[in-house]
């Protein structure tokens, strides 16, 4: 008898992917791999190993990428800024780009003819498996049972009940969760009406601000080229730190995102976000590099944040303009080091201290006090320098379009006042 073919499912667990191991046996008549990658949300990964050989996959898998996640995808994003229309810190997009190698490197290994994963039709997360698989390897074929089959909500816990399918979700709950280290996504149920205030129960990284600590709680982050390394003084691997500050600025309510984005696909999507330790170390890198970069190369980063957001987002983590922006935001890194101290209080995570090596900030040039530095006198020379253009189109073209009240005639009609006030 001929050896059945084999498929690698990326298997979270949940709903989608419970159901696509018997639907993938029943429409491809193909034996199920199950991996599940452990990128620092999965709370029980023996029981998500079991849960799989239970609904029918030959052989179920647990990676531990939680090192290689923090390391090659959080943390390059945090040294870019890179916040998806800028609040999202794209801890779902950060993560497909790895799963996707996995699947590929997992498939290989056993001989797998195709991959899986759980997706529908419409989301963004299709994108970024697909184009990250096809860009690793062109010859594997994908499934995505969601898409194909395209089953409701409601179909799926159905399909599930009917095939005995233990699952975590009910018609009363229908959220549609993804978890990782650097933060939860939440959708559908209530939540799909952008009038509607998200559910309480929709949360389980933070709690309500306003049932937050009274005290507020300061910590102090410690940074080496742009990448955190410190937690109150305390050096710590990357998945240890965010840990450690995920609860703390979860306890005070920090990282609840509420935002209609833009999906890929071209509709427009209301998600839920928790991103407690995300939230409060981009304010904090940002702090420094406010610090140590000059003023032009802060204004060109935050053109390459956008940029590199969308990139994340879109799913082009494989393509050669991620290589080129890498290469330019880990060079504006170089400076990036020293301590900040950041204030938890009440939903807000706010700078309060900043200090580095190779801060740009020079206190005698700076204060108004005793020891001022600053040239005076050299002002007014910049001030006319600096003012020469504006004098020149005033005189060569304000005064011959206009006449001799050239400058109130270019202002805004509403703000002109009357010929009387101007005589």
């Not at 499934?143 to 409601?154: F, G, L």
């Not at 890929?264 to 939230?279: D, F, M, N, Q, W």
């Amino acid at each position: 008898m001929a050896e059945k073919g084999k498929v690698v499912l990326a298997y979270s667990g949940g709903l989608d992917t419970s159901v696509a191991v018997q639907w993938i046996q029943e429409t491809y008549g193909l034996d199920v791999v199950a991996l599940t990658i452990d990128m620092g949300a999965q709370e029980d990964l023996p029981g998500a190993r079991q849960r799989a050989l239970d609904v029918g996959a030959v052989a179920a898998e647990v990676a531990d990428a939680r090192q290689v996640f923090v390391d090659y995808f959080c943390w390059p994003a945090l040294q870019a800024n890179a916040l998806y229309e800028d609040a999202y810190p794209l801890a779902t997009a950060l993560g497909r780009p790895l799963i996707a190698k996995l699947l590929v490197d997992t498939a290989r290994r056993h001989g797998a003819e195709a991959v899986a994963h759980g997706c529908t039709g419409k989301g963004n997360d299709q994108v970024r498996f697909d184009v990250g698989i096809r860009t690793l390897a062109p010859d594997m074929k994908i499934i995505a049972p969601a898409r194909e089959c395209y089953m409701t909500r409601e179909e799926a816990i159905d399909y599930a009940k009917k095939h005995g399918i233990a699952i975590d979700v009910t018609r009363k709950s229908p959220y549609s969760t993804d978890e990782n280290l650097w933060g939860r996504s939440i959708e559908c149920g209530a939540m799909e009406d952008p009038w509607n205030e998200p559910p309480e129960d929709a949360y389980r990284w933070t709690c309500d601000p306003q049932q937050a600590p009274q005290q507020p709680q300061y910590i102090e982050l410690g940074f080496e080229k742009g990448i955190p390394v410190a937690l109150d003084g305390e050096e710590l691997d990357g998945p240890v730190l965010i840990d450690r500050l995920n609860a703390a600025a979860g306890r005070h309510g920090i990282g609840r995102i509420d935002l209609v984005e833009n999906r890929l696909v071209g509709i427009k999507s209301r998600e839920i976000y928790e991103a407690p330790a995300a939230t409060v170390l981009h304010g904090a890198h940002n702090a420094l590099e406010s610090l140590c970069l000059t003023r032009p190369a802060r204004r060109f980063k935050a053109q390459v944040a956008s940029q590199y957001a969308d990139l994340v987002y879109d799913g082009l983590w494989y393509s050669g303009f991620h290589q080129d922006l890498r290469a330019y935001v880990l060079s504006s890194q170089r400076s990036v080091t020293g301590e900040v101290r950041m204030k938890l209080y009440r939903g807000n995570a706010v700078k309060v201290g900043v200090k580095s090596p190779y801060s740009l900030y020079n206190r005698s040039l700076a204060t108004y006090d005793e020891g001022d530095a600053f040239d005076h006198e050299a002002a007014l020379g910049f001030i006319e320098l600096h003012g020469l253009p504006s004098r020149i189109q005033s005189r060569c073209q304000h005064e011959t379009l206009y006449g001799a009240d050239a400058g109130a005639r270019i202002l805004p009609p509403e703000i002109r006042g009357s010929d009387a006030d101007r005589n």
